[in-house]
């Protein structure tokens, strides 16, 4: 209350300043014995009221400051009626008091807000440092030299303060191990004569590239045993193997699978997120092939995930890769000096994919 009252009050300030200006300014033209006439007239209406015992209104705060402000240029002892002369030294001190206290703010200085924000992205990206590595980081590195207290102060509310952490966020052990993963899952689709399908994808999640698909009307152990012999290779990189719970992989799968030097990571029941990365990926066949092409049998619905799999995976950009492309038959196209423009012998060439469904786009060079 108090902040908004001398709000208020210094809002009025500039209009009775004005007005005090304007009334010296009138003072400065008149003549020597008429200011001395007007202030005898004005000091006897101010008799009159003390001699009556005339109790004055208050004062407002801006009504204060000014009478602070002309005090310093004549002996205002003479002149005070309303109030005490101690009563305006006091109006002087307060004011004093509140020049230094929006002057001179307690504690240190606030560090800039890039800073802030540096210190935050710091603390989110690595879980396991503290408050002395973070400024130690910042000291050897960047030339920035803050104490440990200072990175407490702008810790993010979030996350507690704590000097270590004995576990990585799982995102991280993703990122990690994503070049050694792979995770399969099974998708249903339904032909024109609404006979159910099986659709098995084993995907590798670092490069986010598709290394088996196939379909099948039954969907045992067996034949999902034979898919991993032939998407996985004698000489592979894969350590990891996630998949849910479903009746098609069978302890005996597992074993094989495990047989073939990779761990087997089962799901919880219930729990699809834990396969995240594949039930997108069941997902994106949806949007973009299934939910616009009806398969009229087995070997119709093979063909078009043959062709929907080789533009996924040569010819489809990925955001999470960069943006990229899990496995280019060429490199990716250089930045250009103009991005807006083609040079003269370039022609932008169209290849269409499953009918025109989706479209791929390449530059190709002409004869000059």
């Not at 300030?13 to 200011?35: E, H, K, T, Y």
Request: hydrophobic residues 45%; proline residues 6%; contains cysteine.
């Amino acid at each position: 209350m108090l902040w908004i009252r001398l709000l208020r009050s210094l809002s009025r300030l500039p209009l009775a300043f004005l007005v005090d200006m304007v009334g010296i300014a009138g003072s400065l033209v008149q003549s020597r014995s008429a200011l001395i006439a007007e202030n005898l007239f004005l000091r006897k209406q101010l008799a009159f009221y003390q001699e009556h015992q005339v109790r004055p209104k208050r004062l407002t705060d801006a009504a204060r400051f000014l009478l602070v402000l002309w005090s310093h240029f004549f002996d205002f002892k003479n002149a005070l009626v309303i109030v005490q002369p101690a009563t305006l030294i006091r109006w002087h001190r307060q004011g004093f008091k509140l020049f230094w206290k929006w002057k001179s703010k307690p504690g240190r200085p606030r560090l800039p807000k890039d800073l802030q924000r540096l210190i935050a992205e710091m603390v989110r990206a690595n879980p396991t440092w503290g408050q002395a590595r973070i400024a130690n980081e910042l000291s050897l590195k960047l030339g920035i030299r803050v104490s440990p207290r200072t990175v407490r102060t702008y810790w993010p509310t979030d996350l507690k303060p704590s000097p270590r952490r004995f576990s990585q966020t799982w995102s991280s052990f993703i990122r990690n191990h994503a070049q050694a993963m792979v995770a399969c899952d099974f998708l249903v689709a339904a032909t024109a004569r609404f006979r159910i399908l099986y659709i098995f994808v084993l995907l590798e999640i670092g490069s986010r590239r598709i290394v088996h698909c196939n379909v099948t009307a039954h969907p045992t152990a067996d034949w999902t045993l034979q898919q991993f012999r032939d998407a996985i290779p004698s000489q592979h990189r894969y350590r990891f193997l996630i998949h849910d719970r479903h009746g098609s992989f069978s302890p005996e799968v597992d074993q094989a699978v495990a047989d073939l030097g990779i761990k087997v990571l089962k799901t919880p029941p219930c729990a699809p997120q834990a396969n995240a990365f594949c039930e997108r990926l069941m997902g994106t066949i949806r949007r973009e092939c299934l939910d616009f092409i009806i398969p009229l049998n087995e070997r119709h619905l093979r063909r078009i995930l043959r062709e929907w799999v080789r533009h996924y995976n040569r010819g489809r950009p990925h955001s999470r890769l960069g943006p990229g492309i899990p496995d280019p038959e060429t490199k990716a196209a250089a930045l250009r000096a103009h991005s807006h423009r083609f040079d003269a012998h370039e022609v932008v060439v169209k290849r269409s994919i499953l009918g025109g469904l989706h479209h791929e786009y390449n530059v190709s060079k002409t004869a000059a």
